[in-house]
């Protein structure tokens, strides 16, 4: 499997991620989501919460919406802390 056939990730994702040395399921699994899109908002700046909550349903195998739904305040609190967080 690749990564851009993880739920909620495409191959636009896969791109992004390969940018910050992300190439393998493997290595996407082992990763912590926040320090990925850490490094990714850094590349990219433009890159959106989206990505954060894609990526976190796919590490956990759930839906981005569900991710969003149940947790939105969680993750903007740890962005907060990262000084990540949307203005």
Do not use: C
């Amino acid at each position: 499997m690749t990564i851009g056939k993880l739920n909620g990730l495409g191959p636009k994702s896969a791109a992004s991620l390969a940018t910050i040395n992300i190439h393998t399921v493997e290595e996407f699994m082992g990763a912590d989501v926040y320090q990925m899109y850490a490094q990714l908002k850094s590349i990219s700046p433009e890159t959106s919460l989206n990505m954060l909550y894609a990526m976190i349903g796919a590490q956990e195998g759930s839906h981005w919406q569900e991710v969003v739904r149940t947790r939105k305040v969680e993750i903007l609190m740890r962005l907060d802390d990262m000084n990540l967080a949307p203005k």
